[in-house]
């Protein structure tokens, strides 16, 4: 069998992408409650960036989440305005005020994540702090269901 086939088999897939079920608001209108997700374990080649969706562990619970904060980065809310070192942050998720105002330095092992409902997102990094490396579970990469909605994320 060809080398590259292996990477293929239907059991070295469930090792690598896991299945998750979107339960709140938190994140809509990207991800809706009752989608359903497809999570890649092996972020770690790629890295994270602002903008991923990453499925963490916080409090025995996965949480579904944004990252705007890369390691190193102080994360800041002024006046409703996400801030980034200091900089209004480009932030395409939200067009509300964001709340409440604070200010973050993301360690180096870390990263800041956001609901895109801000409204209904209270278990983020405004409240549980930045989420360290050893509980970022996976990122998000596609919604399959409801299949009207399935995509690449």
Do not use: C, Q
């Given at each position: 069998?060809?080398?590259h086939?292996?990477?293929t ?13 979107a ?5 809509t ?16 080649r ?17 949480m ?18 996400l ?20 200010e ?11 609901g ?14 930045p989420?360290?490396?050893s ?13 009207r ?5």
């Open positions: 069998m060809p080398r086939a292996a990477s088999h239907p059991r070295a897939l469930s090792l690598r992408y896991r299945r998750f079920r339960a709140d608001h938190s994140m209108p990207a991800i809706e409650p009752g989608d359903f997700l497809v999570a890649d374990r092996a972020w770690e790629r890295g994270l960036a602002r903008g991923d969706i990453v499925v963490f562990r916080s409090d025995g619970r996965h579904i989440k944004r990252v705007v904060g890369l390691p190193g980065e102080t994360v800041g809310i002024e006046g409703g305005v801030m980034i070192g200091g900089r209004p942050a480009s932030d395409t998720w939200w067009h509300a005020a964001t709340r409440p105002d604070g973050w330095v993301v360690p180096s092992d870390s990263w800041f994540v956001l895109d409902n801000r409204a209904n997102s209270s278990a983020d990094s405004r409240t549980l702090g989420v360290r490396r509980d970022v579970h996976s990122r998000v990469v596609a919604r399959y269901w409801p299949w909605r399935a995509r690449t994320i």
